[in-house]
């Protein structure tokens, strides 16, 4: 089925290290693509979208990458920091429509000091 | 939390009984969604509103119903609780092909 999934389920880092992760999606009609951060006992929290017609984008620290021939997505955190610790989610817009999101199951990031 | 509120924030209840949970939002969004998130399966879309008393179902709405009377409140309703209901549930608003941004959830138990 049509779904968004993640290459990684946890991935450790030492501070101060580059951080990349994974997404594989399957639709190809997606057209827009989120990276949410969710902290413990948090909601998740936005980081960094791109649309369909974008291959990359940079916010602060972290820049995302959409590779639609191959349909991956991958999130990089520059620097990484204890506070990044987290489990992050990449989310896909199947749906204009009512913005239907589909969620990966998540990749927890553990930063070691 | 991007001006969504939920409460209660924790609730434990018994199999049977009636439970609604609020969302409340201050940013005037079209769009509000209702999920479970729960190990293993991520987070699943239950219901979702594209404005005010216009709601649709998601991939889990069994056992479940929204309503929403104005564009500040969503209101989920479990009729009669059940065990396989204990999650955390999420309030997320947004506008069309936009992100959704989160509230801070609701433990939910089911004894």
């Known amino acids: 089925g049509e779904s968004v999934g993640l290459h990684l389920p946890t991935l450790s880092v030492q501070e101060g290290d580059n951080s990349i992760i994974n997404c594989a999606y399957s639709?190809?009609?997606?057209?827009?693509f989120i990276w949410y951060k969710q902290e413990s006992g948090k909601g998740p929290q936005f980081i960094i979208d791109i649309r369909s017609n974008m291959d990359k984008r940079q916010g602060q620290r972290v820049t995302v990458l959409l590779n639609k021939t191959v349909k991956h997505l991958s999130l990089q955190i520059a620097a990484t920091q204890p506070g990044d610790s987290a489990v992050y989610f990449c989310a896909e817009n199947i749906n204009g429509g009512y913005n239907k999101l589909i969620f990966g199951a998540g990749t927890r990031l553990a930063v070691h000091p | 939390d991007a001006g969504i509120t939920q409460s209660p924030r924790h609730k434990v209840t018994e199999t049977g009984t009636p439970v609604t949970l609020r969302c409340h939002q201050t940013e005037n969004h079209r769009y509000m969604y209702w999920y479970r998130q729960d190990p293993g399966h991520g987070l699943r879309l239950i219901h979702y509103s594209y404005g005010v008393k216009d709601t649709d179902k998601g991939e889990v709405s069994d056992g479940y119903s929204v309503s929403r009377s104005k564009t500040e409140d969503f209101l989920l309703t479990l009729e009669s609780a059940t065990s396989s209901q204990t999650s955390v549930y999420f309030c997320?608003?947004?506008?069309?092909?936009?992100?959704?941004?989160f509230g801070p959830g609701t433990r939910l138990t089911v004894l």
């Open positions: 639709n190809s009609a997606s057209d827009y």
């Open positions: 997320a608003g947004g506008g069309s092909a936009d992100t959704q941004y």
